[in-house]
């Protein structure tokens, strides 16, 4: 069960990537280079992203539960801290559905949603970084976990920036392609960690 559940970590960063890029093709004009995915869940078929969101969160869910289960060990109470973290994600995925991105619920949809997501993603990477050293054999993704998360903080500045009206990036059109990198960046973490726990699992 618990590398089931494992699995669902594996899986939440392809499946999210892959349904926000499914949802971007079908959506007409849509440019995936200029508007955020965020977008996608106001509008035509705005059910295929939201859809996308609230999987993301139950992949997630199940994730915590597989790290906690799998860390315990190791790590006791610290792996519980971990769990939650990654757990929290969920809650922002879920306000990103219930409060989308439209001009009245914008700021809501922000705070509720996107910064929720983004610091329980970066906050989960650099307790991994610190949790991680005090395994047998992690230290190297300690390392990655630690400069995920710096990444992932200076890519969240990036967005920021290339997505405001009066940055020259948004009039480059380019603060859509900008959004993906961040979030390729910050969940990557959960698929590259909930791997190599999976695989500890099974060389035990």
Known sequence: MTRVLLAAGVAAPVVFVVGFTVAGLVRPGYSAMRSAVSD???GHNAWLQNA???LFATLLIGYA???RRALTQDLGRSAT???VLI???SLGLVGAVVFPAT???GLLHFLLGFLIVLAAAIAAAFHGGRAFRRIPGGRGLARYSTWSAIAAVAMFVFTFVALNPASPLERAGVGGLINRILAIVAFSWYGITAWW???RLKTR
């Open 40 to 42: 996608l869940g106001v």
């Open 52 to 54: 996308n969101f609230l």
């Open 65 to 67: 539960v597989g790290y």
């Open 81 to 83: 801290t971990g769990a």
């Open 87 to 89: 757990a929290c994600a």
């Open 103 to 105: 001009p009245a619920t």
């Open 197 to 199: 726990l999976r695989h």
